[in-house]
């Protein structure tokens, strides 16, 4: 009987000092779900800051601006790309542009080349350079973007890296800051007829050993220019042009940015919005007109008759 009375006190010992180790266990499982609770009420504002940034960039197509001019743009202070040109501020942000011109267009310059069958070169978007290391030879890739919206604007950019696609994406980007306007006009003596399908006047354009000189055509001319020319001079708006070009022409690279600095040179000069045939013919029919109604006012002189004299007969 002594045995059992001793086992029964020594499992009612073991029971208390498991329901205290339980009760001390609780107390520290409930801190540390206060802190959890803490500690999610510290991270909800920030998730919700989170959650609104990703809804403004499925809004704003991904571009969350971050300079002033960015800024104002998303509010809708600038709603024209010409205002900025009027301010003469610097775009520094490519949303910027895509924002302002969403019917942009962009093209590849083939500047790199490869080995083609039996002889020859096949031209390629990209161009492969290399260079000499200890561990061997590193690879660059370079291209050339021109983006416009064939309304009179017009933008070119080159960039390099490792692979060809993020090589296209950096020069398209680089492109879009690099964007201006283009003035167009029809300055052909042939032509006259005062719509945008031209140049107003003859520009000069240089990069490296190439020389280009645009001149301004009649209508239904088209563009006389190299292919690789077309696509700067298409997406810029214009239609009708004539080309001279000097140099070695057949580094593309060169040659599309000579195109692009002699476009850029028509911004440089004041070009009347009136057309000058319309308004010299104008002139005429006034000067015209000027002088029938003087001649009507002058009074015509009166002619005397000699007398007659009379014979003595």
């Known amino acids: 009987m002594t045995k059992k009375k001793n086992d029964d006190a020594e499992k009612k010992k073991r029971n208390k000092k498991t329901l205290e180790e339980s009760t001390v266990k609780e107390a520290p499982s409930e801190t540390k779900k206060n802190r959890g609770e803490e500690e ?11 959650k609104k940034e990703t809804r403004e960039e ?3 197509g991904g571009w969350i601006p971050t300079t002033e001019l960015g800024q104002a743009v998303m509010r809708g202070e600038i709603t024209s790309i010409d205002e900025i040109f009027a301010r003469g501020l610097k775009i520094k942000e490519p949303g910027i542009v895509d924002k302002l011109l969403p ?5 590849i310059i083939l500047i790199g080349g490869s080995p083609g069958k039996g002889g020859g070169i096949r031209r390629t978007p990209t161009k492969k350079t290399a260079r000499m290391h200890k561990s061997g030879r590193r690879f660059k890739v370079s291209a050339v973007v021109v983006v416009g919206n064939r309304d009179g604007y017009l933008g070119i950019g080159k960039a390099s890296a490792v692979e060809h696609v993020p090589a296209i994406e950096k020069a398209t980007t680089e492109a879009k800051l690099n964007i201006i306007p283009i003035k167009r006009g029809c300055g052909s003596w042939e032509c006259g007829c005062g719509e945008k399908h031209s140049i107003p006047f003859a520009v000069e354009g240089k990069r490296g050993s190439v020389r280009v000189i645009l001149k301004p055509a ?3 001319v088209g563009l006389c220019v190299n292919d690789e020319m077309k696509k700067i001079i298409s997406l810029a708006g214009i239609k009708d042009i004539w080309s ?12 599309s940015f000579a195109v692009f600095n002699a476009l850029k040179k028509l911004n440089a000069m004041k070009v009347p919005t009136t057309n000058i045939s319309h308004t010299l013919e104008e002139d005429k029919e006034t000067k015209k007109k000027k002088e029938g109604s003087i001649k009507s006012k002058a009074t015509p002189k009166k002619i005397r008759k000699k007398p007659h004299k009379k014979s003595n007969e």
């Open 58 to 60: 499925v809004k704003t």
């Open 40 to 50: 999610e009420s510290q991270t909800k504002p920030e998730e919700s800051q989170k």
């Open 103 to 107: 019917n942009l267009e962009s093209e």
């Open 244 to 255: 001279k070009s000097f140099g070695n022409t057949r580094s593309r690279v060169n040659a």
């Open 218 to 220: 009649p209508k239904g």
